[in-house]
């Protein structure tokens, strides 16, 4: 009896993954605003990824790979609400929301239920950085800390970002003017993971980085921009947005 309901609770979470990642890329495809393409390297791999924002009440962002996807929700402030993640080539789903001061953790790793309540304070939980460090690199600070989740371990850390000056980048024969930021784990443990990212001066859109691609650090990921993106300038959505003191608007 036992086996069976496991069985059932195992199939019907399935199921509800499918669904909700469907329906998600459905909302990207019929709502985005701006499409970006990448290209993620690690190793001797290298994969393009689409980078979808949507707008309307907060805002959806669909981070695609061949075999890997990455749902966020965020509020008006880029703060994520809810986190999903889905890779086909390991049998691996994971759905993440923050409900107050905690964030619920239910997903499969290779057949393996993953189950966890994560109490958390009231410190903002920053899951795409691709995205949610826009309104940092516009403003005047120079460091903020926020939280993240690392699905390697089901744990949230908190994490420190430290602008470290400003570099030109040439992408697609474009000189780029950017916001380089040193990102690494908070306190004691700074010196466990540390990874670099540039963000476009003029707008705060990611436009590189390079570090660890896990927890461990045994490999070394690099995600650059092509210079590929399309902007819907009309019915934009992202009238909410709410900047910090000083900051651009988003376009």
């Known amino acids: 009896m036992k086996e069976n309901f496991e069985k059932y609770a195992l199939t019907f979470f399935a199921v509800y993954i499918f669904v909700l990642f469907f329906a998600s890329l459905a909302k990207a495809n019929n709502d985005t605003n701006i499409v970006r393409y990448y290209i993620e390297k690690c190793g001797d791999t290298a994969k393009q990824v689409c980078w979808c924002l949507t707008g309307q009440k907060g805002y959806q962002l669909t981070y695609q790979t061949t075999d890997e996807c990455h749902v966020t929700e965020t509020d008006d402030s880029l703060a994520t609400l809810s986190w999903q993640m889905t890779k086909t080539s390991q049998k ?150 709410k900047p910090e003191p000083r900051a651009q608007s988003l376009f």
């Open 92 to 241: 691996f789903s994971m759905k993440s929301i923050r409900q107050e001061n905690a964030i619920l953790i239910d997903g499969e790793d290779e057949g393996k239920i993953i189950q966890k309540h994560i109490e958390i304070d009231d410190t903002p939980w920053f899951q795409a950085t691709s995205l949610s460090l826009r309104n940092f690199i516009l403003s005047n600070r120079t460091e903020i800390e926020f939280l993240t989740l690392i699905p390697q371990v089901y744990d949230v850390y908190k994490m420190k970002a430290t602008k470290s000056g400003t570099e030109k980048l040439v992408i697609h024969n474009q000189t780029i003017e950017t916001v380089r930021v040193e990102m690494k784990l908070a306190g004691i443990l700074g010196s466990i993971w540390k990874g670099h990212y540039w963000y476009r001066a003029r707008d705060g859109a990611f436009m590189r980085f390079t570090g660890p691609a896990n927890i461990a650090g045994t490999e070394q990921m690099v995600v650059s921009f092509t210079g590929r993106e399309t902007i819907r300038r009309t019915d934009m959505g992202l009238s909410n947005l």
